[in-house]
């Protein structure tokens, strides 16, 4: 990598990482005073009702969002986001249906039915957000970017502080993270047609078909991959809910929520900016070899100093920040550091095998990993009946998956592709 691209690339890597940094430091600052507040049966709900919509998130776009980034043409690109906003708005006129005919014949929580209504609104949200997020990766505006992830962080958290303070214990938190993604994604869209690259939607039917059929590997392929891989991040949360209490999942819930703190402040930053210099080099015909092992060394030197105090000192460190209440919280944060920091090594690597086509190679792999988890949370919630147990065979299983999944990406990155046409 030249001199120019390593500046190029640290300096937009600090646009994102200065904006996600604030983000998260207002979340982890006020995490001790939400844990005082709302107890492990909310932030239990909280949890499941993130991970239902984990799960539609991951189906909204179709994962054509992922085409923007690397698209050939501008042209391309830009009827790849319009099909993201259609399949956005047919997923949530689907989610919709389903939240009704489950609240009207199944749900037998109250409150988690008062909850699963906001799915619907949150798709659209979300499956709006992530197209355009895509949009501006691929224009490098890092700071429309990093604007909306303040934005979205200041409102969440004033919004669930307010509400605990006033006594809307229940929907307090959901209150927040509602208002947060609505307001964080309207300011997105003006950010992008004033500061970044500006778009109006039509409907060119056929347009779209082409560039449907064009990308057509990341729905058949990639959706797959991705449904895949939420399953390996939010299957503990389904099993535990199956199995064991919703206080027992708000634990492990604030548990998540910490620990992925840290990592998405870096993290998230780092893939955004590692995948669109990624892409630009293979499509160049160059090799990426040399640019992974760098993300590698760089992703391991900075989890080091955040999982070792949890491994030390997980439950002492928790018991001590959120309260004594919260002790088992640690514990389960002391289990599963080794799996944050392969986790977090993996993450930006996550989309080599998007960009030089081995998606079906990829899939097969993580469906592997998914077996491995549902071994690991049967054992643990069937024979022993025991959450820590669950924990602590998932980790296992799992650590020794990621290790295989990043030396097998290492490994495909050094072939280098035919080069390309690139223009805008």
């Given amino acids: 990598m030249a001199a120019t691209e390593h500046k190029e690339y640290y300096r937009n890597l600090i646009t994102l990482v200065t904006g996600s940094a604030f983000a998260q430091l207002i979340s982890l600052a006020l995490s001790p005073v939400f844990s005082r507040i709302y107890t492990p049966h909310e932030f239990g709900l909280l949890a499941v009702f993130m991970s239902i919509l984990s799960a539609l998130s991951v189906i909204v776009c179709l994962r054509y969002e992922f085409a923007i ?10 009827h790849l986001l319009e099909l993201c906003f259609y399949s ?4 949530t006129a689907l989610t919709l249906v389903g939240v009704t005919i489950f609240n009207l014949f199944f749900s037998t929580n109250a409150v988690l039915s008062k909850w699963i209504w906001f799915l619907p609104f949150m798709v659209l949200t979300n499956g709006s957000y992530q197209a355009m997020l895509s949009w501006a990766n691929r224009h490098k505006s890092y700071k429309v970017i990093s604007r909306y992830r303040i934005i979205n962080s200041v409102v969440t958290n004033t919004i669930i502080l307010g509400a605990g303070l006033a006594g809307f214990i229940s929907m307090g938190l959901l ?14 869209y003006f950010n992008i047609q004033k500061q970044s690259e500006p778009f109006t939607l039509g409907f060119d039917l056929t347009a779209l078909k082409n560039v449907a059929k064009k990308y057509e590997a990341f729905p058949k392929v990639n959706l797959w991959q991705s449904i895949a891989d939420m399953l390996l991040i939010n299957g503990v949360i389904y099993f535990l809910t199956a199995f064991f209490s919703p206080a027992v999942v708000g634990l492990y819930g604030l548990t998540m929520r910490v620990l992925q703190a840290p990592f998405n402040l870096i993290g998230y930053s780092m893939g955004q900016v590692f995948i669109q210099d990624a892409a630009h080099q293979y499509n160049e015909g160059k090799n990426i070899q040399p640019i992974i092992k760098k993300s590698i060394q760089r992703t391991a030197f900075i989890a080091i100093p955040i999982v070792l105090p949890l491994i030390l000192a997980g439950p002492q460190l928790f018991a001590f920040v959120f309260g004594e209440n919260w002790r088992q919280s640690g514990e389960y944060a002391q289990i599963l550091a080794p799996w944050f920091f392969l986790d977090f090594i993996r993450t930006p690597l996550g989309q080599i095998p998007i960009i030089m086509g081995k998606q079906k190679r990829q899939f097969t792999i993580t469906i592997a990993g998914n077996i491995l988890m549902v071994i690991s949370l049967l054992l643990g919630g ?15 299983l799992q650590s020794l998956y990621l290790i295989y999944v990043i030396y097998w990406i290492y490994s495909i990155s050094g072939v280098t592709s035919e080069i390309r046409d690139d223009s805008r």
């Avoid at 980034?69 to 830009?78: E, L, M, Q, S």
């Avoid at 956005?88 to 997923?91: A, E, K, S, V, Y």
């Avoid at 022993?384 to 998932?394: G, K, S």
């Fill in 69 to 78: 980034i690397p698209a050939r043409t501008g042209k391309d690109a830009f």
């Fill in 88 to 91: 956005t708005l047919l997923i």
């Fill in 175 to 188: 209150a927040g993270f509602v208002t947060g993604g609505v307001v964080a994604s309207i300011m997105l």
């Fill in 382 to 396: 069937f024979y022993f009946n025991n959450p820590l147990l669950v924990v602590t065979l998932f980790t296992a």
